[in-house]
């Protein structure tokens, strides 16, 4: 029902927005359709994890490998796409996402217990990692520059009200039904995108002969898998009691990282790097990113310590506490196309200057919560910290990826993509840590305020970073 109202907000803000051809408008259609049902099985795992432990029997650690499996896989794949989109047909790329997705789905519904589960929410990530710079690669080749704001906002809905309903989904199938429901829900929507898919979508953009460089796949996994293992187990045990071992794969992915980068920028000589970190030359581009990276981390963040504090000090339940958050996602994400407009017109500055304040507000008021706030002052802190996010993120993925050549589409989106899914971990593992040391030493409500407070501070940066945003031309018309 909430996809087929996205797809249909899409269709007309699209077919309004710009006189693109009927095949543009399936084809981008599809793709957010697709991109909103990946986005929210990301999310619905969040709620079932303690109905997981009971019904499969296993404990807490072992459980958050369904969540961190599925983050590493992402972080793995992401940075191939560039590669990947750049070989193959988008019609290809599509099926193999949704194929991916699909399968790893019905696998996930059928699994008899935790391992063949977690094999499922891998394949389920290999997909879902492919789908967002899919979509992001071909808004750029099909929408005329001058729309691209209006358009980019309805990745908006996506991104934003895809993981607010995550929860709220999954908190009353789980209230009615067993949590295999979970994937038996998204599976019929995923197979009807698949075929929509596999019947309308048609290939945009022009393939290349790209050359795969084997030893940059391999340096993905412990480069980008390493950061983000080492930073969300770090931030999940507290920053102790957990061993060496999160720190070992820090470490080794800071250095295996910092090879891959040396890698790519010596293949970049013979224009064929695995992720083409020439997108960082276009100023806008790095600004940009850097304003997401920032942003990410609050949001992430605040995804994960909400939802504590609703349950733990104001002692509501998961159903109650995903009908608390939902009014802020629904609000980020129907705003999308409205601030996607507003871009088209007036620019990046005001509105990410505005949305970065209210950012910085908003989570300063959180850091003021104790165990006697009212639910209804909370809930109104998270819409507005909702409308400040989407006053950022819309136009900074245009105007970031605005001055790019068309060949370099699909490694700034898949560059912006990986940096998103590790500024989560880092938002996430980070504030999670200060929460769990300062809760140890001073109660909950103390910790929950300085992990909010810390995020504030983060929050700063991204004022000063919006300050900086600036129209972007097209390719061609300079950086």
Excluded at 202 to 231: K, M
Aim: one cysteine or more; aromatic letters at 8%; a neutral charge.
């Amino acid at each position: 029902m909430v996809v087929d109202a996205t797809a249909h907000q899409a269709a007309v803000d699209v077919t309004t927005s710009s006189r693109m051809s009927r095949e543009s408008v399936t084809v981008i259609v599809t793709l957010l359709v697709a991109t909103f049902v990946v986005i929210l099985n990301e999310t619905i795992m969040n709620v079932a994890l303690q109905r997981l432990m009971t019904d499969l029997h296993i404990d807490a650690p072992t459980v958050q490998w369904l969540a961190t499996g599925f983050m590493l896989t992402m972080a793995v794949v992401i940075p191939t796409t560039g590669f990947i989109l750049q070989r193959l047909t988008t019609r290809a790329v599509f099926l193999l996402a949704m194929g991916l997705f699909s399968g790893g789905t019905l696998l996930a519904t059928l699994a008899p217990g935790f391992e063949v589960l977690l094999l499922a929410r891998i394949v389920q990530a290999g997909g879902t990692a492919i789908m967002l710079p899919l979509l992001m690669t071909t808004i750029l080749t099909l929408v005329p520059l001058s729309r691209r704001g209006a358009v980019m906002g309805n990745v908006t809905i996506a991104i934003s009200v895809a993981p607010a309903l995550g929860p709220t989904v999954s908190g009353i199938i789980l209230d009615h039904f067993s949590w295999r429901f979970m994937f038996g829900f998204v599976l019929p929507v995923a197979l009807a995108a698949l075929a929509i898919g596999a019947r309308f979508l048609t290939n945009v953009g022009e393939r290349n002969a790209a050359t795969l460089d084997f030893l940059s796949v391999v340096l993905t996994v412990p480069a980008f898998g390493g950061v983000v293992y080492g930073l969300s187990q770090i931030g999940g045990h507290g920053g102790s009691g957990s061993g060496a071992a999160p720190v070992i794969a820090l470490v080794v992915g800071v250095v295996c990282l910092v090879v891959f980068v040396l890698r790519q920028l010596k293949l970049q000589k013979s224009d064929a790097p695995l992720l083409d970190l020439r997108a960082f030359n276009f100023r806008m581009f790095t600004v940009s990113t850097l304003l997401m990276v920032v942003a990410m981390m609050a949001l992430f963040g605040g995804v994960i310590l909400l939802p504590l504090y609703l349950q733990n000090t104001l002692h509501l339940q998961p159903m109650e506490t995903g009908l608390a958050l939902l009014p802020g996602g629904l609000a980020m994400g129907l705003l999308g196309p409205v601030i996607g407009r507003l871009f088209d017109k007036v620019g990046p500055l005001p509105l990410t200057v505005s949305g970065s304040v209210l950012m910085v507000l908003t989570l300063w008021q959180f850091s003021l919560l104790n165990d006697q706030s009212a639910l209804w002052w909370v809930i109104v802190l998270h819409v507005v910290l909702s409308f400040g996010l989407a006053l950022l993120f819309t136009p900074a993925f245009t105007t970031g990826l605005n001055p790019l050549p068309p060949h370099l589409y699909s490694h700034g989106s898949a560059i912006m993509s990986t940096l998103q899914q590790v500024a989560g971990a880092a938002g996430t593992a980070l504030l999670v840590s200060v929460f769990a040391v300062v809760s140890a030493a001073s109660g909950i409500v103390a910790g929950m305020q300085a992990a909010f407070f810390v995020a504030t501070v983060i929050s700063v940066v991204a004022v000063v970073l919006a300050a900086m945003m600036r129209r972007t031309e097209g390719a061609g018309h300079g950086h």
